[in-house]
């Protein structure tokens, strides 16, 4: 196996959490390089690896194959760009860009190059949405007529992180946790016929949306998306109701609690939930009534990552298509747009 030498273009939340340790666990990849303008944290836990004040010094080097791309939303397109451009394929953070037009013309490059261009929607890889997906799979609802997804939070205050509060190009609940439900309601479900949105903000101290209700209207099926900063007391991330029966699943973070306490993504029990997760499967089978808790499968971003180099040294496919990041950019315009005209937006 040769290691994928990976660079990183920040170490924040994203970088320290969500790329450093699978990059650091997986052999398929050597965490190579990273971007910090003036300090030298990931240096400090991963000694030996490449600082560089740039992006033109790190793009500079031959010697890196793979860039990751988690910087704030509105830089993607542009350092996706030019990391494409250095012959380096690339990862972005979802959201994959801010507009349609942005995405195309990151794919349309990247074919040129010939280099894998993926998304990180990481939320695929967790135990609340593979328990849905095995759900819907093994057909235990019979025909889906209804699905709600939702990811809320209660906060009254804004976040530190001063990029996501500032009104501008990509910024908002919609494009921030609206990117992981409305990329999952794709997988699970293909791309809608028309869109509604509601969007707004519901916090007084805030200038862009903690709000958002998204409705993807299908030929026999209504999904419905929400996310509110005010939510105190949240309903199930997940329910499903279909012709045969109904399922309900709390969102669970065991993954980001589990990174957030310094542990390393590795043994039997990583990315389990506890058994107080279990989701509520109430249907009928063979004329008898079920009425069960039922565990998730573990989730496990390092599958992302052992999917990644497979595209990258073996060519399979991305982990997660920059056409699915893409899709899931096209719902979020449209969702804003039907927000701003306060009408349903047919999808061509």
């Known amino acids: 196996m040769k290691p994928i030498r990976t660079a990183l273009l920040s170490y924040g939340m994203s970088g320290r959490l969500f790329h450093a340790?699978?990059?650091?666990?997986?052999?398929?990849?050597?965490?190579?390089?990273?971007?910090?303008?003036?300090?030298?944290?990931?240096?400090?836990?991963?000694?030996?690896i490449k600082t560089c004040r740039t992006i033109e010094e790190l793009l500079r080097d031959d010697e890196v194959e793979l860039v990751i791309v988690n910087t704030p939303?509105?830089?993607?397109?542009?350092?996706?760009?030019?990391?494409?451009?250095?012959?380096?394929?690339?990862?972005?953070?979802?959201?994959f860009v801010v507009t349609v037009k942005e995405g195309e013309e990151l794919i349309a490059l990247a074919k040129e190059k010939g280099k894998v261009?993926?998304?990180?929607?990481?939320?695929?890889?967790d135990s609340d949405y593979r328990a849905l997906k095995k759900v819907i799979s093994e057909?235990?609802?019979?025909?889906?007529?209804?699905?709600?997804?939702?990811?809320?939070?209660?906060?009254?205050?804004?976040?530190?992180?001063?990029?996501k509060e500032t009104p501008g190009p990509g910024t908002g609940a919609l494009y921030d946790l609206g990117s992981h439900i409305?990329?999952?309601?794709?997988?699970?479900?293909?791309?809608?016929?028309a869109v509604f949105g509601d969007i707004r903000t519901v916090r007084?101290?805030?200038?862009?949306?903690?709000y958002f209700e998204v409705l993807l209207y299908y030929p026999s099926l209504r999904v419905r998306l929400h996310s509110s900063y005010l939510v105190r007391e949240a309903l199930p991330g997940y329910i499903l109701h279909g012709s045969k029966g109904s399922?309900?699943?709390?969102?669970?973070?065991?993954?980001?609690?589990?990174?957030?306490?310094?542990?390393?993504?590795?043994?039997?029990?990583?990315?389990?939930?506890?058994d107080s997760e279990r989701g509520f499967l109430h249907t009928e089978k063979d004329g008898q009534i079920i009425k069960e808790y039922i565990a998730s499968p573990k989730g496990a971003y390092n599958d992302y990552f052992t999917e990644l180099y497979k595209a990258i040294r073996e060519?399979?496919?991305?982990?997660?298509?920059?056409?699915?990041?893409?899709?899931?950019?096209?719902?979020?315009?449209?969702?804003?747009?039907?927000?701003r005209q306060k009408r349903v937006i047919g999808l061509k």
């Open 139 to 163: 057909g235990w609802l019979g025909e889906i007529v209804e699905a709600e997804f939702h990811f809320d939070r209660y906060n009254e205050n804004l976040s530190p992180k001063v990029h």
């Open 182 to 193: 409305v990329d999952q309601a794709l997988q699970l479900f293909g791309m809608p016929q």
């Open 315 to 339: 060519g399979e496919p991305a982990p997660v298509s920059a056409e699915d990041g893409l899709n899931v950019v096209r719902i979020i315009e449209a969702a804003f747009e039907s927000s």
């Open 21 to 48: 340790p699978f990059l650091h666990v997986n052999p398929g990849f050597n965490f190579y390089a990273v971007w910090e303008r003036s300090k030298n944290l990931a240096e400090e836990k991963y000694p030996g």
């Open 247 to 274: 399922f309900l699943k709390s969102k669970t973070n065991v993954q980001e609690e589990a990174l957030n306490e310094s542990k390393l993504p590795v043994g039997d029990d990583w990315g389990l939930e506890p």
């Open 204 to 210: 007084p101290v805030s200038e862009v949306d903690d």
């Open 117 to 125: 261009l993926s998304v990180y929607q990481n939320r695929r890889y």
């Open 73 to 95: 939303n509105y830089t993607h397109f542009d350092y996706a760009k030019k990391a494409l451009q250095g012959g380096k394929h690339v990862v972005v953070e979802k959201p």
